[in-house]
């Protein structure tokens, strides 16, 4: 038990919930902490929806019996939204620029070493399940001149993942990607485009992704 007590960050957990939230949800403790937090930026915004429980929201809980317990980092400067419960793990970064939307549906999660970075609009949605090392990005950070033609590509896209989606360890979801619901993610993917018109319980799979079976459904 006191063990366990020594692995939440009291003091981060204190301050993250009374700096972000209304007072009536920070007193229920709903952002729980393990180990070690870097904040870079707790200028933005973070919310709540739903019944607001004690330690629904869990910073670095996943895989501290697997990797370095490295920090989890915090840059929010635009608007985090979470809708109901939501783990992820150690060593993971947590990115939202300014003017940026990021949007968790509820029992969703992510392991170690994960990345969402978020420069334009996430939608993640409810029951989705990232293992370790994945990288959720709607930007690439620069733009690209076609020399032929002028145009410079876009640096930042929408994502969009659905329900009950698993995404296996060191996936990367770049900027544009849709997935629709009930879809499987193997490891070491690209996801990189619209994947709406994919039938559900399909299997994705490459570089980049394709439909490479069907009729299959994690178990929760």
Not at 113 to 134: A, H, Y
Not at 158 to 176: A, L, T, Y
Not at 177 to 205: E, G
Request: net charge positive; glycine share 10%.
């Amino acid at each position: 038990m006191f063990k366990s007590l020594f692995l939440h960050n009291i003091i981060k957990i204190v301050y993250i919930n009374f700096h972000f939230l209304p007072f009536r949800q920070a007193i229920k403790f709903p952002i729980d902490i393990y180990g070690k937090l870097r904040i870079v930026n707790d200028s933005g915004k973070i919310c709540i929806n739903g019944n607001i429980r004690p330690g629904m929201i869990k910073l670095g809980s996943q895989g501290r019996d697997m990797f370095p317990l490295d920090p989890v980092i915090l840059d929010i400067r635009g608007s985090l939204c979470f809708n109901g419960s939501f783990y992820i793990g150690c060593g993971s970064t947590i990115r939202v620029e300014n003017g940026a939307n990021l949007s968790i549906g509820t029992n969703s999660r992510f392991g170690a070493q994960s990345i969402l970075f978020c420069e334009d609009s996430i939608k993640i949605g409810s029951q989705v399940g990232g293992s370790w090392r994945c990288q959720v990005m709607d930007t690439d950070r620069h733009e690209i001149r076609n020399l032929n033609t002028g145009v410079i590509s876009p640096s930042h896209k929408p994502i969009e993942i659905g329900d009950n989606v698993w995404i296996g360890n060191n996936v990367f979801i770049n900027k544009g990607t849709r997935i629709p619901a009930n879809i499987i993610i193997a490891s070491k993917s690209l996801c990189n485009k619209d994947y709406s018109n994919v039938p559900a319980f399909s299997v994705l799979a490459g570089i980049p992704a394709k439909v490479v079976a069907s009729d299959k459904q994690r178990i929760w």
